[in-house]
T-cell receptor, first 112, second 119 residues
Framework: TQLLEQSPQFLSIQEGENLTVYCNSSSVFSSLQWYRQEPGEGPVLLVTVVTGGEVKKLKRLTFQFGDARKDSSLHITAAQPGDTGLYLCAGAGETSGSRLTFGEGTQLTVNP | EAEVAQSPRYKITEKSQAVAFWCDPISGHATLYWYRQILGQGPELLVQFQDESVVDDSQLPKDRFSAERLKGVDSTLKIQPAELGDSAMYLC?????????????????FGPGTRLTVT
């Protein structure tokens, strides 16, 4: 069974601060996705990474896929209250086809 | 912009009653997924369809849950009878089978979910 561990589980910061969320596994993934979910809504896809060492930027968000494709990180620069939400990472295993394994999520709160 | 549609958005039912959820995926998406999400946790896959066929239902409690996608488009998830522990968010997602340079992306797009409360 493939597991994805996210850390920290909860994060509360002030507006303007930087933060990093981690997603780790002992398994190799063919691709890894990051989602953000707001209360009462479905997850919204932010980015997909597929190449070891890949870095993708989405405005103030920077996503990195580990060289061995076992881990990933999400860095947010100058966080804003609108960034508040549950951040989920999800990986597609090399032999599991399109089935995604989700992490437990990081609940981020950005206080004004 | 194409979206995954789900209904109802909220459902309150008494235990032992039957309940059904509906999902209409993004047009052209052959793969459809039903997930269950407990508050504060990540989604857990219940069942995956490829067109009208079930690809993976290993985590579906088949004694009370059933899912169908008869024409390979929209899908229904049913619970009968509902139990208190079924209270959760039920999410539907769909994906396009990627080929060529995009093979392996498996990007899934989620609907807004159905929040089920069993009393």
């Amino acid at each position: 069974t493939q597991l994805l561990e996210q850390s920290p589980q909860f994060l509360s910061i002030q507006e303007g601060e930087n933060l990093t969320v981690y997603c780790n596994s002992s398994s190799v993934f063919s691709s890894l996705q990051w989602y953000r979910q707001e209360p009462g809504e479905g997850p919204v896809l932010l980015v997909t990474v597929v190449t070891g060492g890949e870095v993708k930027k989405l405005k103030r968000l920077t996503f990195q896929f580990g060289d061995a494709r076992k881990d990933s990180s999400l860095h947010i620069t100058a966080a804003q209250p609108g960034d508040t939400g549950l951040y989920l990472c999800a990986g597609a295993g090399e032999t599991s086809g399109s089935r995604l394994t989700f992490g437990e999520g990081t609940q981020l709160t950005v206080n004004p | 912009e194409a979206e995954v549609a789900q209904s109802p958005r909220y459902k309150i039912t008494e235990k032992s009653q039957a309940v059904a959820f509906w999902c209409d995926p993004i047009s052209g998406h052959a793969t459809l997924y039903w997930y269950r999400q407990i508050l504060g946790q990540g989604p857990e896959l219940l069942v995956q369809f490829q067109d009208e066929s079930v690809v993976d239902d290993s985590q579906l409690p088949k004694d009370r849950f059933s899912a169908e996608r008869l024409k390979g488009v929209d899908s229904t998830l049913k619970i009968q009878p509902a139990e208190l522990g079924d209270s959760a968010m039920y999410l539907c997602a769909s994906s396009l089978e990627e080929t060529g340079d995009l093979a392996g992306f498996y990007e899934q797009y989620f609907g807004p979910g159905t929040r089920l409360t069993v009393t």
